[in-house]
């Protein structure tokens, strides 16, 4: 999904702290930012806060959810977690989102016991460092946002992926931004992995519809995330930045399959992103998205 924020970290840590209702059960809220429906970033996290509240001693390494059904801003979001399994090294929790007594959203993660193994990971990606990226503010009129957002370009010098040229492919399916938090964050690591799930759905979509310059103010567009996955390779701390490389390897039958990978300053892969999203734009009859649709050039 994609989406302005217009609220403070303040509210966005407040918003990921969920009420317990009963035993595996709990209430999330949601603040307005804007949207039509429930920020998928929101579900996500708050999915993610209330899977590791019913956990002891155990952090999260994966995800794997789904989205059913828009969540309407209005009204709370209920978290009914099953605790499928418990063993010595892992635990597996089920979490369904309700809304007026329907499912909008499943989730399962998994938690893992730390514990010492073979290791090794790909190169980061040469990007400008964040002293030299641009710059966005960091509020919105005078409400601070809870994410200072730097984008950034691959060097020069280092070849990209071609994108092969369908349906009006205009330019490469990669974007590449650096994410920090605006302001300081509880030592909770929860929270922290709660809040990158939450960032990793900040305009992962869109990434699928850049080689297509797609309006996105167009009512005749449809986007929304369908599934998202996550794995969390090694404990961090998102209170430094953190570069969210992301691209789309493919678009197709009104899908876009987008991935990213979270790295540190120190190049270290901290965590991995997919996702599957609905991107339905209209169509002539010579198979092209309709001119009107697109970004004038």
């Known amino acids: 999904m994609t989406t302005e ?3 403070s970290l303040e509210d966005l840590v407040a918003q990921l702290s969920l009420e317990s209702i009963e035993q595996n059960l709990f209430r999330g809220h949601t603040i307005d930012i804007g ?8 579900v996500l996290g708050q999915s993610l806060m209330a899977a590791s509240l019913t956990v002891d001693g155990l952090r999260a390494h994966s995800m794997h959810a789904y989205f059913l059904r828009a969540g309407s801003t209005a009204l709370p979001i209920i978290y009914d ?3 499928t399994r418990d063993g010595s090294s892992f635990s597996t929790r089920r979490v369904v989102a309700i809304q007026k007594g329907r499912p909008i959203y499943t989730m399962t993660a998994s938690f893992h016991k730390d514990e010492p193994g073979v290791q090794h990971q790909i190169k980061p990606p040469v990007v400008l460092p ?3 990226a641009p710059q966005r503010s960091s509020s919105l009129g005078k409400r601070p946002l809870p994410f200072e957002v730097r984008s950034v370009d691959w060097n020069p010098d280092v070849p990209e992926p071609e994108v092969i040229a369908r349906v009006g492919a205009q330019k490469d399916a990669s974007w590449r931004r650096w994410f920090k938090p605006n302001g300081g964050l509880p030592d909770d690591p929860h929270i922290h992995q709660a809040l ?5 759905d900040f305009s992962f979509i869109r990434v699928a519809m850049r080689p297509h310059d797609l309006r996105l103010g ?8 369908l599934d998202h996955a996550m794995w969390f390779h090694q404990d ?5 930045w953190l570069l969210y490389d992301t691209d789309s390897p ?12 979270f790295f540190s300053t120190d190049g270290e892969l901290v965590a991995s992103v997919a996702q599957e999203g609905l991107v339905r734009a209209p169509m002539g009859d010579d198979g092209q998205v309709l001119a009107d649709v697109l970004l004038k050039r």
């Open 5 to 7: 924020f217009s609220l």
């Open 35 to 42: 949207t039509p429906n429930v920020f998928g970033g929101q």
């Open 81 to 83: 977690v099953e605790r």
């Open 130 to 132: 964040v002293a030299q």
């Open 196 to 200: 990158l799930a939450y960032v990793s």
């Open 218 to 225: 167009d009512r005749r567009l449809h986007v929304a995330s």
């Open 236 to 240: 961090f701390r998102f209170d430094d």
């Open 250 to 261: 493919i678009a197709h039958g009104a899908r876009g399959f987008c991935r990213g990978g």
